[in-house]
């Protein structure tokens, strides 16, 4: 079992940057294959970013590939996601998810553990 803990999000205009932060209980964090999603009021969860288990591989969404930056500290336990040129559209709870397993690394189904997830809000 993981725990898994967000923090970082907040209020922001558009054009800016932030960094989410993913704290994972735990003392086999690089095993796990973790990811950022996010759901936006009104639509269904989306994926963001995933970060493979053991390599660390980044794999992002088109949508964001150019702007948002994943990675991890093995040794913190700790999942990030660098946010920058942040657009209203951006705006949504972002969570992160764990998982041990393969399969689909943008299917949100296959992730075993989930964050309480935390606001992230862009103003035009």
């Known amino acids: 079992q993981v725990q898994l803990v967000e923090s970082g999000g907040g209020l922001v205009q558009a054009g800016g940057s932030l960094k989410l932060s993913c704290a994972a209980s735990?003392?086999?964090?690089?095993?796990?294959?973790m990811a950022w999603f996010r759901q936006a009021p009104g639509k269904e969860r989306e994926f963001v970013a995933a970060s493979r288990r053991n390599s660390g591989s980044p794999y992002s969404a088109d949508s964001v590939k150019d702007r948002f930056a994943i990675s991890r500290d093995n040794a913190k336990n700790t999942m990030y996601l660098q946010m920058s040129s942040l657009k209203p559209e951006d705006t949504a709870v972002y969570y992160c998810?764990?998982?041990?397993?393969?399969?689909?690394?943008?299917?949100?189904?296959?992730?075993?553990?989930w964050g309480q997830g935390t606001q992230v809000t862009v103003s035009s």
């Open positions: 735990g003392r086999t964090f690089s095993s796990y294959t």
């Open positions: 998810a764990a998982r041990t397993q393969g399969g689909s690394l943008s299917s949100d189904y296959t992730y075993d553990y």
